[in-house]
C-alpha cells in the first residue's frame, strides 16, 4: 500500500480504522513519509480522539476525518470539507433524513439529546430476505430504518456518535456508555488501548470492568491505580467495580471493531 500511494502520489485515503492504525504505525516505526497523503477517512469503527492523533501524527496530516455509515443503508453521515480534523461524524449525507428518538418513548429529541438513530433514504435496504420479524423489528411501518446506534447533534446539524445501543449496561441503576470511561482510561499516560464492558456484580448488578493494554515501558501499572484514576474523575456508578484485565490484545474484527462479545466470553471462562 505504501508503494501504491508513493508511485500514484495519492492525495485521499479511505478504509477501514483497524488497517489504517496498523498502517501508521508501521510508517511511524520505520520513518516512513508520503508526502501526498492530505486526508485520511475512517469507516468500520469509532475512532477515538487519541487514535485520531495518533493517525494525524504518524501521516503528518493536516485532515483526518472519521464518516458514519451502515451496511443496510450506506453513507449515513459526512464530514464536512475544510483543512482541520474532524471528532464527529458530520452532518447527513444527501437525501438522508435522520432523527434521533428516546430509546423507551420514541419520541424525536432536540439538539445535544443522545438517542437512538433512524434513517429513512432511498438507497436504504427494503428488509432481510425471508425474515419478516427481523425486518419489522429494524424498520418501522413508516420506512426508517433503526441502526441500533446511539448518537446526538448540535445546535448546527452536526452529529457525534456516541455507542452501540447493545453496549451500554446499568450500574448502580443507571445506565452506562463503555466509551465514557474508556476515554478517561485511554487519557492515562502507559495505556495503548482499553475496552470496558459491563459485568455481573453481586452488589451492583452489574458494573464496569476495563480489559487493559499497557504502553510497553509501563508494565509497573496495576489495577488500583487504574480504579483511582478513574474513581477520580467519573462518578462512582462508572467506577470499575469489575475490576482491570491486563491484556497483550484487544480482540477485533477483520473491520477493525472490537469483538466485546468475545470479551465477555474470557470473562465468564474467568
Given at each position: 500500500m505504501v508503494?501504491?500511494?508513493?508511485?500514484?502520489?495519492?492525495?485521499?485515503?479511505?478504509?477501514?480504522?483497524?488497517?489504517?492504525?496498523?498502517?501508521?504505525?508501521?510508517?511511524?516505526?520505520?520513518?516512513?513519509?508520503?508526502?501526498?497523503?492530505?486526508?485520511?477517512?475512517?469507516?468500520?469503527?469509532?475512532?477515538?480522539?487519541?487514535?485520531?492523533?495518533?493517525?494525524?501524527?504518524?501521516?503528518?496530516?493536516?485532515?483526518?476525518?472519521?464518516?458514519?455509515?451502515?451496511?443496510?443503508?450506506?453513507?449515513?453521515?459526512?464530514?464536512?470539507?475544510?483543512?482541520?480534523?474532524?471528532?464527529?461524524?458530520?452532518?447527513?449525507?444527501?437525501?438522508?433524513?435522520?432523527?434521533?428518538?428516546?430509546?423507551?418513548?420514541?419520541?424525536?429529541?432536540?439538539?445535544?439529546e443522545q438517542g437512538e438513530v433512524l434513517v429513512k433514504t432511498p438507497c436504504s435496504m427494503k428488509g432481510y430476505y425471508g425474515h419478516p420479524e427481523a425486518t419489522s423489528q429494524k424498520i418501522t411501518p413508516d420506512g426508517w430504518v433503526r441502526t441500533g446506534d446511539i448518537?446526538?447533534?448540535?445546535?448546527?446539524?452536526?452529529?457525534?456518535?456516541?455507542?452501540?445501543?447493545?453496549?451500554?449496561?446499568?450500574?448502580?441503576?443507571?445506565?452506562?456508555?463503555?466509551?465514557?470511561?474508556?476515554?478517561?482510561?485511554?487519557?492515562?499516560?502507559?495505556?495503548?488501548?482499553?475496552?470496558?464492558i459491563g459485568v455481573p456484580h453481586a452488589r451492583y448488578q452489574e458494573a464496569a470492568m476495563a480489559y487493559v493494554v499497557l504502553k510497553k515501558p509501563c508494565n509497573k501499572i496495576t489495577e488500583a491505580e487504574l480504579q483511582n484514576f478513574v474513581a477520580g474523575q467519573l462518578g462512582t456508578y462508572m467506577h470499575l467495580h469489575g475490576g482491570v484485565k491486563f491484556v497483550d490484545v484487544i480482540p477485533k474484527n477483520a473491520s477493525g471493531k472490537v469483538m466485546r462479545k468475545k470479551l465477555q466470553m474470557l470473562h465468564q471462562d474467568g
Open positions: 508503494d501504491a500511494i508513493r508511485k500514484y502520489k495519492v492525495t485521499t485515503m479511505f478504509g477501514g480504522l483497524h488497517w489504517i492504525v496498523l498502517l501508521a504505525k508501521a510508517i511511524e516505526k520505520r520513518g516512513i513519509q508520503l508526502d501526498s497523503l492530505t486526508t485520511v477517512f475512517l469507516c468500520g469503527a469509532k475512532a477515538t480522539p487519541q487514535i485520531l492523533r495518533q493517525i494525524e501524527r504518524s501521516f503528518d496530516l493536516a485532515i483526518v476525518k472519521d464518516t458514519y455509515g451502515a451496511t443496510e443503508i450506506g453513507q449515513i453521515c459526512t464530514p464536512p470539507l475544510g483543512a482541520t480534523s474532524w471528532y464527529g461524524i458530520g452532518f447527513p449525507s444527501p437525501m438522508v433524513h435522520v432523527k434521533v428518538v428516546d430509546v423507551k418513548s420514541g419520541n424525536v429529541l432536540g439538539p445535544n448518537c446526538y447533534y448540535n445546535e448546527v446539524g452536526q452529529f457525534f456518535y456516541v455507542e452501540r445501543m447493545s453496549q451500554f449496561f446499568r450500574c448502580m441503576g443507571i445506565s452506562v456508555a463503555p466509551c465514557s470511561i474508556e476515554s478517561v482510561l485511554l487519557s492515562h499516560d502507559g495505556i495503548e488501548e482499553a475496552v470496558v
